[in-house]
């Protein structure tokens, strides 16, 4: 199942049925939401609403388990590394100080700085869902031909079709060098040492670059053959007109966006930062 790792299935249901242009609006909306606000509770809102958003997708977790194994690394070692350096920032931006335990004079915990790292983990994990949602439900030639309807070049749209079409690519060929290299001899398991298995991996990043160049030159060749960034216009064989449920589900992205400013701006006194220890 690696190989399907950011693949495009089709499936019939309301998050597939969107356009690529509405689900890209989405994405960006209730990630700028996310990003926007340090209240925990406006985070949860749009983490909670991402997750059924993936629910009501279809995708299955075998999809993006490897994603979400480096995502939890990644939020962990963040979350550590933001304490090392930080142990007081939370106190800082609050403004009180509530000790639970210490471990020496510089390090101690405190409520406030649990607080701020909690709410920066869930900044982060809030948009993992939506991210993969928009990547694996976004048919790549229909995205480029939403782009080019609303006024961005065609040439751009179509390098951005090429690019979310290209990962599942890339994954496949590694594969197939990395299982030819493994009849040959190559050992990349566990029963070698770290430093000999990342060499064995080197060995296949080598043909992996050497054929991915290989492939741009004869895609480059292809579409020069066949006259592309000839004509200032071009016409889209996938191409899927905005419906009433497009233009709901981006009234919706708006007001999320539109609800993270107003927490910030009418709710918390326009501090981006919801102190519950005044």
């Not at 609050?94 to 983990?121: A, D, I, P």
């Not at 006024?151 to 197939?176: E, H, M, V, W």
């Not at 050497?210 to 996938?238: C, P, Q």
Request: aromatic share 16%; with cysteine; hydrophobic share 45%.
């Amino acid at each position: 199942m690696k190989s399907k790792l950011f693949d495009y299935i089709d499936r019939d249901n309301l998050i597939f049925n969107l356009s690529g242009l509405t689900k890209l609006v989405c994405f960006i909306g209730m990630t700028f939401a996310v990003m926007f606000s340090y209240d925990i509770r406006y985070i949860l809102f749009v983490m909670v609403l991402s997750v059924i958003f993936f629910a009501m997708s279809g995708l299955q977790f075998k999809q993006i388990k490897l994603m979400a194994i480096y995502v939890v690394v990644f939020l962990a070692i963040n979350f550590v590394l933001t304490y090392i350096f930080s142990p007081q920032y939370g106190t800082e931006i609050y403004g009180t100080t509530h000790e639970l335990f210490r471990f020496n004079s510089r390090y101690t915990v405190t409520e406030e700085q649990l607080l701020y790292q909690v709410t920066k983990v869930a900044k982060y994990a809030s948009v993992v869902p939506l991210g993969m949602i928009f990547l694996l439900t976004t048919n790549p030639s229909e995205f480029a031909a939403s782009l080019n309807r609303v006024g961005c070049n065609y040439k751009a749209a179509y390098a951005l079709s090429l690019t979310l079409r290209y990962f599942p690519d890339t994954i496949r060929n590694y594969q197939d060098i990395a299982l030819a290299q493994q009849s040959r001899g190559l050992d990349l398991s566990r029963k070698e040492k770290l430093g000999t298995r990342v060499k064995n991996v080197m060995n296949i990043c080598v043909p992996l670059i050497f054929s991915t160049l290989d492939r741009i030159e004869l895609i480059s060749n292809a579409m020069d053959l066949r006259g592309f960034g000839k004509k200032r216009k071009r016409t889209w064989y996938v191409a899927k007109p905005l419906k009433t449920v497009d233009w709901c589900a981006m009234a919706a992205a708006l007001a999320i966006f539109l609800g993270s400013l107003a927490m910030t701006f009418f709710v918390n006194g326009g501090t981006r930062f919801y102190n519950p220890f005044i």
